[in-house]
């Protein structure tokens, strides 16, 4: 399975862009790169998928490097409520479905 | 549209004694997940089914732990007999088989004294 490496922590102006990095180095030509958020106290939340182009919803953009091997996930205006861990994620597909394995994550702190 | 619904929310249980804990996941989502999560760390899968098999109970202690899904619908977790180590939040989630966004519910936070 490959394995992700995020930074433990960091801030973010409120209305400002954060910008989450993401290391997955082993990736396979196969695997989705996954976002995921945990606000605490809550189950985690899906923010965004993606498998080789840069992928934007309502939520935030994803962006993958052309080999693959990093991404960012962009919140294009935090707000305090975005404060939380965020998850990157591996997505190793196999039977019928797939294993989310989750890693440590960045928490996020939105400031004022 | 309901989400995902765990219960109870919150237990409290003397090591040694058992506990269940329940999930009733969206409704037509094939895929089922139970994961645990220590405080400070990311989830940790338990087991998984698709309709009602368990295709990867891998990381499911059996000595103590089972985990059963009756009809393909609601699942049920248990623990017997807990140990104190197994003080963590348990959370549950579903998601359509062919799709690949996962759900989960609120989680159900166990402490055992």
């Known amino acids: 399975d490959a394995k992700t490496t995020q930074p433990t922590s960091m801030d973010c102006a409120e209305g400002r862009a954060a910008n989450l990095p993401c290391n997955h180095s082993t990736i396979s030509g196969n695997e989705y790169v996954y976002w995921y958020r945990q606000i605490h106290s809550q189950g985690p939340q899906y923010i965004i998928h993606?498998?080789?182009n840069n992928e934007t919803n309502e939520m935030a953009s994803l962006i993958i490097t052309e080999d693959r091997k990093s991404s960012t996930l962009i919140l294009p205006h935090a707000t305090l409520r975005d404060t939380a861990v965020y998850y990157c994620?591996?997505?190793?597909?196999?039977?019928?479905?797939?294993?989310?394995?989750f890693g440590q994550g960045t928490e996020l702190s939105v400031k004022p | 549209e309901a989400g995902v619904v765990q219960s109870p929310r919150y237990k409290i249980i003397e090591k040694k004694q058992p506990v269940a804990f329940w999930c009733n996941p969206i409704s037509g989502h094939n895929t089922l997940y139970w994961y645990l999560q220590n405080l400070g760390q990311g989830p940790e899968l338990l087991i998984r089914y698709e309709n009602e098999e368990a295709v990867d109970d891998s990381q499911l202690p059996k000595d103590r732990f089972s985990a059963e899904r009756l009809k393909g619908v609601d699942s049920t977790l248990k623990i017997q007999p807990a140990e104190l180590g197994d003080s963590a939040v348990y959370l549950c989630?579903?998601?359509?088989?062919?799709?690949?966004?996962?759900?989960f519910g609120q989680g159900t936070r166990l402490t055992v004294v």
């Open positions: 989630a579903s998601s359509l088989v062919e799709h690949t966004e996962a759900f």
């Open positions: 994620i591996v997505r190793v597909v196999y039977n019928q479905g797939g294993k989310l394995i």
């Open positions: 993606g498998l080789k």
